[in-house]
């Protein structure tokens, strides 16, 4: 038995991946059904439909940036399993609100007035529930699962991640806003009573700290508690980096497949579907290669190679764009488009590369600390990542706004790409040079910090 299918067994792992899996399916189950419900039934315009994706994916990120050093002070202080529960039951509430926008949407009452903004505000909500889940999925690892067990368990999350991901984008290009909007609901639901098997995580500290209920003073200190080891600063810096190429891309992904690539919004989930599946085994291939070891080894190679499938992923979209079908597409009659093969080969490319760049790095920021800490270094993390995530939201608005192509906007993921290989070379060296003090000739401690 693999170690993988192993804990696929446990208790002690199984109930949080299927929270996390029911987590992930009704996010997306929720954001894709409104954005293409906007996208394809509301707006006519690359322009403002461009804006509307660049608005959504930031109101989802920003409380990232916001609560995620409270979030991360909650993980470490009180019992995870607790908080799982409790968020999950918050979940109800919000996913109500986002139905009850997406049923005014379908009768067309107010939908701009009153659906689309009842509608950003459950994404929003969304987006805080995601916060304060963030750092438990990977802070309670190491805490119920063995060391060796700890990368398996890693990038099983991340892969069931983005199968539930799969999932809720497959079903919100497919089916009716309406029912979407039921799905949602009944999804919080059973998500809940799954997170209520859990097994306890209390708090490892032997000390219970004081929350710090200031948000930019507690985020600040967090960050400069986090960063001083060599290893965490350069796996959060270039997971950073990923994330943000990682949003433009997703932002882009249901404008370009409406007005560029000329299909229906199922084929703009077939893009989402086929980027997840790719990321899924990018995050499963990683781990054999590396054999359980945690290492960088492989990353600089991959964010590399992922960077030239955005590129090859540029061209297609150009020559596509020079031979547009005059009606929208399905999805049949997109595969059977020239070129149509090419394109799903790139974004396949593009995730696969992906999931094996970045699943070894969250793996880092858990096993490069105190187990007391974890929680807090992966909330450290979401903080930088949200940062750059908006600040990559914020750049594609800008270039819609200018009137940059679609197209021309991967360009802008791509050199993104060099930016993040260059941070995975960086960590790859420090995480030699923490192994070298490591070694028992070396007679010293493995905090490699700057000086």
Known sequence: MTTTTHLLNRRRFLPLFITQLFNAFNDNLYKNAMVLFVVYQVYNSPSSEGTFASVASGLFILPFFLLSALAGQLADMRDKAAIIRTVKACEIILMLIGAVGLYLAWTGFLVEEI???????????????????????????????????????TGLVE????????????????????????????TAIAG????????????QGLIKEKLDWN???????LIQETMHNREVFYAIMAISFFWTIGAVLFIQFIPLAKNVIM??????????????????????SINMLLKGKVSAKYSPVSVLAMGLFVVAFYFV????????????????????WPMAAFLLLCLLGIAVAGGMFVVPLYAFLTTRVAPEQAARTIAANNIVNSGAMVAGSL?????????????EQLLLSAGMCLISAWLGHRLYKAE??????????????SEASFN
Do not use: C
Not at 317 to 336: C, K, M, N, S
Not at 432 to 445: C, E, F, M, V, W
């Open 115 to 153: 659906a689309i903004p009842l509608m950003l505000l459950a994404l929003l909500l969304t987006g805080v529930q995601s916060t304060f889940l963030g750092p438990i999925k990977y802070a309670i690892l190491p805490q119920h699962l063995k060391k060796e067990e700890v990368l398996a368990g």
């Open 159 to 186: 892969a069931g991640t983005y199968i539930a991901i799969l999932a809720g984008t497959i079903l919100a290009g497919w089916i009716d806003v309406q029912y979407a909007m039921v799905a949602v609901v009944l």
């Open 317 to 336: 979209t150009r020559l596509w764009a020079a031979d547009q079908p005059t009606e929208l597409l399905g999805v049949w009659e997109f595969i059977a």
């Open 395 to 407: 750049a594609a608005m800008l270039l819609n706004v200018i009137g940059i192509s679609i197209p």
């Open 215 to 221: 948000i930019f003073r507690a985020s600040k200190n």
């Open 432 to 445: 030699i040079a923490a192994a070298s003090k490591d070694s028992p000739t070396s007679g010293n401690q």
């Open 263 to 284: 299909a229906e919004p199922a084929v703009a989930s077939l893009f989402l579907v086929i980027f997840s599946v790719g990321v899924a085994i990018g995050s499963i």
């Open 192 to 203: 809940y009573f799954v997170s209520r098997q859990v097994p306890d995580a209390p708090p």
